[in-house]
């Protein structure tokens, strides 16, 4: 039997279905309001949970009216997924793991399954049958659509912490007046060279700066992949009018870029942050004189 085969036989069971979610709906949110997955979520009021209840009953009721039951992305579900995934969130930070969420969401078939036999004359006749088949079908399809949106939620959560990550790992310090740098630590990649790139610029225009120091002291190896994103960075903010250093290049790094064959001819160097910053401050016309031993113990 092919699935559209079976997918036609179950229909006027997804139908009974549909009907039964709606017609039965408070029913069904009172019983789940004392579940586990709605009591542990909505503390504050349980008429909280029994309202979380309906909207989820009334989402599936959407889902089997369509005859999609075992689609997760059926739009019926669309309603509740935001509900759905801070609801999984809500369990996952008290520390339920994957599994431990699916099995909540499991239990909610049984208070569902036992008022749909109800309906029935006879709750073991075929038919009967049919639509409690129909009914597990559709709340295994619910407990994917949980998971899923958790997944989701995760990911989109990385991505955002990762974003924050490299924010907070690429500062831009102002130094002197027109005077900025960036003090690099870690390895260089794709993403956190474009949001270099982007804080640099940005604090070139806030601090209307001259003068910004790329320091890579903390930048254990340089490739060629590296050296491009830095020469990118150098042109943008001479684009800007700020005349780029960079500062930091170390022994080990000096002999990689010359093995590896990366012009940086082009590029302004100094040694350390130290000199970098001399050399801009000088180039402003200010003078930095060591204080003498005498004069520190005079003071």
């Known amino acids: 039997m092919s699935v559209s085969d079976e997918n036609a036989e179950r229909e006027p069971a997804a139908q009974q279905v549909s009907a039964f979610l709606e017609r039965r709906r408070e029913q069904i949110a009172q019983r789940w309001a004392d579940a586990m997955l709605f009591r542990t979520v909505f503390t504050v009021s349980r008429d909280e949970a029994v309202e979380a209840g309906r909207s989820v009953a009334a989402a599936l009721a959407a889902v089997a009216a369509t005859g999609r039951l075992d689609d997760i992305r059926a739009p019926g579900f669309a309603a509740?997924?935001?509900?759905?995934?801070?609801?999984?969130?809500?369990?996952?930070?008290?520390?339920?793991?994957?599994?431990?969420?699916?099995?909540?969401?499991?239990?909610?078939?049984?208070?569902?399954?036992?008022?749909?036999?109800?309906?029935?004359?006879?709750?073991?006749?075929p038919e009967a049958q049919e639509?409690?088949?129909?009914?597990?079908?559709?709340?295994?399809?619910?407990?994917?659509?949980?998971?899923?949106?958790?997944?989701?939620?995760?990911?989109?959560?990385?991505?955002?912490?990762?974003?924050?990550?490299?924010?907070?790992?690429?500062?831009?310090?102002?130094?002197?007046?027109?005077?900025?740098?960036?003090?690099?630590?870690?390895?260089?990649?794709?993403?956190?060279?474009?949001?270099?790139?982007?804080?640099?610029?940005?604090?070139?225009?806030?601090?209307?700066?001259?003068?910004?120091?790329?320091?890579?002291?903390?930048?254990?190896?340089?490739?060629?992949?590296?050296a491009q994103h830095l020469m990118k960075t150098v042109a943008a903010a001479r684009l800007m009018g700020a005349e780029c250093i960079v500062s930091g290049i170390r022994p080990a790094i000096a002999q990689t870029i010359v093995h590896l064959g990366i012009d940086l001819g082009t590029v302004l160097t100094r040694a350390s942050l130290a000199d970098a910053l001399a050399y801009a401050l000088s180039r402003q016309g200010v003078e930095i004189a060591p204080v003498r031993m005498a004069d520190a113990g005079a003071r």
């Not at 997924?81 to 996952?92: E, N, S, T």
């Not at 994957?98 to 029935?120: I, Y």
């Not at 924050?164 to 002197?176: C, F, G, N, R």
Request: aromatic share 2%.
């Open 80 to 125: 509740v997924r935001d509900q759905l995934g801070r609801m999984a969130a809500a369990r996952v930070r008290r520390g339920i793991g994957a599994d431990g969420l699916a099995d909540e969401v499991a239990a909610l078939r049984e208070p569902v399954t036992d008022q749909l036999r109800g309906e029935f004359p006879d709750p073991y006749a």
């Open 131 to 226: 639509c409690v088949l129909a009914l597990t079908v559709l709340m295994g399809t619910l407990r994917l659509v949980v998971l899923d949106t958790t997944v989701s939620a995760g990911e989109e959560l990385i991505a955002r912490q990762r974003e924050q990550l490299h924010e907070v790992a690429t500062p831009v310090i102002k130094l002197w007046e027109s005077t900025v740098a960036v003090p690099l630590i870690g390895t260089l990649d794709s993403a956190r060279s474009q949001v270099v790139m982007e804080n640099l610029l940005d604090a070139i225009v806030a601090e209307r700066a001259r003068y910004a120091i790329l320091d890579i002291t903390g930048v254990p190896t340089v490739d060629t992949l590296v």
